[in-house]
């Protein structure tokens, strides 16, 4: 291994543990950024390259800025207000049974919009929930990052980072849920189970569901139509294996639109709130990713896996899965998917090994606070309502959470695979 490799990676990894870390509460993108201008400004990087990079990225984008102007919308219209009574009138008193219903809307929020979409859209209703029924939020807030990702894999599109590790390889619909159906489930009830032991003490608490009903204005029932279209919409491009960023872009941008316009108001208030950052973020980690697979250091991993595959098929599924859940907390799932999709996509793996280190990408993130891009999300979500959870909080959480739902969802997959 030269000089231009270690230093490669060695920036790499520097970069990658400023977004973990945020050093001194520097924002995530900008670590990234910086870490991007470090490969390309001494000429370790071609500007060609890095630019063609981060445009693989593009899908991805859109399907961000889609997603957070349906958010965004959707807040002021008061959309995340009226589903908020709702549930609270439905939990009559009992925290318990708001935090069941919570769990269930981000399983099925996750399941047909993504996860992204649950940490974007659900995790503001959510807190309008718990202020609504005057308890502490968090227990409640939690289970958007933790459904997010334990419920990501039900569906392709159910985590964008699905279409990305499989690719051109994706299977069909009906083998999709053949292989991930048994793991889906394991990884959403024990997720569950463990998430719900952990806040227990918090759940003690009486739920006040004296809670006003206003009627919904026009603006937000068109609000709440497009993101109910947007899920449709999605569904239907996975279901011709098409991209998903263009269309959640057409309906976050087409549902703003309407909404100003019906209400005649400017367009400023909105962009201005939309957490632009993630943008750049995912941008800088595409180059960090790119400049990594340029080393070669991939197409070694690639070929001990495949031989590792041949040898002990089952093995390699489990040992590869919690190794790729364990990467994605070390340098966020997001390049540690785009490294498994180059490794896998390079060699004949048999299904269930790439379904194994999809299961890591998708759910091994639980582990910590910045692990996912979904969590990310999440975090700046939280940040918005004046909240905030440190990242030893999340772990001790993740540590209980976490482990058992991975190994349960890797052993049904196996299962699934015989």
């Known amino acids: 291994m030269d000089y ?3 230093i490669t990676l060695g920036i790499a990894a520097i970069a990658t543990l400023g977004v973990i870390v945020r050093p001194w509460s520097i924002p995530e993108y900008v670590w990234a950024v910086l870490g991007a201008a470090a490969l390309i400004l001494p000429g370790l990087m071609p500007w060609r390259n890095a ?6 990225g593009t899908d991805v984008y859109l399907f961000l ?6 958010a965004e919308a959707a807040r002021r219209e008061g959309l995340f207000d009226w589903l908020a009574a709702h549930a609270v009138r439905a939990a009559r008193g009992s925290a318990s049974r708001l935090f069941a219903i919570v769990y269930a809307v981000g399983t099925l929020t996750t399941i047909f919009l993504s996860n992204d979409a649950t940490a974007v859209v659900l995790t503001p209703a959510v807190h309008a929930a718990a202020t609504a029924a005057r308890v502490a939020p968090l227990p409640y807030l939690l289970i958007c990052a933790f459904v997010a990702n334990a419920a990501s894999f039900v569906l392709p599109i159910s985590n964008p980072a699905n279409l990305v590790i499989f690719g051109a390889q994706m299977p069909p ?3 999709w849920l053949t292989l ?3 793991p889906s489930i394991a990884a959403i009830l024990v997720t569950f189970v463990a998430l719900r032991w952990t806040q227990r003490h918090a759940l003690g608490e009486s739920v006040h569901d004296d809670v006003p009903m206003h009627p919904l204005s026009m603006t937000g029932r068109c609000v709440g139509a497009a993101i109910a279209a947007t899920g449709v919409v999605l569904l239907a491009a996975s279901a011709f ?14 549902a703003t639109v309407a909404v100003l316009a019906i209400g005649r108001r400017s367009p400023m208030p909105v962009l201005r709130d939309v957490a632009w950052g993630v943008l750049p973020l995912v941008a800088g980690l595409f180059i960090l990713v790119d400049a990594v697979e340029q080393t070669g250091v991939l197409h070694t991993l690639a070929k001990y896996l495949h ?5 002990s098929p089952h093995q390699t599924t489990l040992v590869s899965g919690i190794a790729v859940a364990l990467l994605s907390n070390l340098m966020n799932n997001l390049p540690a998917g785009l490294l498994a999709a180059t490794i896998g996509q390079s060699v004949d793996l048999p299904l269930h090994v790439t379904g194994g280190l999809l299961i890591g990408v998708d759910l091994g993130p639980n ?11 999440w975090l700046i979500a939280l940040r918005r309502e004046g909240l905030s959870i440190a990242a030893w909080q999340f772990l001790k959480l993740g540590m209980v959470i976490m482990p058992p739902a991975l190994l349960a969802a890797l052993l049904m997959l196996i299962v699934s695979s015989l």
């Open 4 to 6: 231009t490799t270690l």
């Open 51 to 56: 630019l063609a990079a981060a445009g693989k």
């Open 65 to 70: 800025i889609g997603m957070m102007l349906l």
């Open 173 to 175: 619909l009906m083998q």
């Open 180 to 182: 991930f159906t048994l």
């Open 241 to 254: 294996d098409r991209p998903l960023g263009l269309p959640t872009f057409l309906c976050g941008v087409g």
């Open 307 to 311: 031989e590792a595959a041949t040898a």
């Open 367 to 377: 582990l910590s606070i910045t692990g996912s891009l979904a969590t990310i999300l």
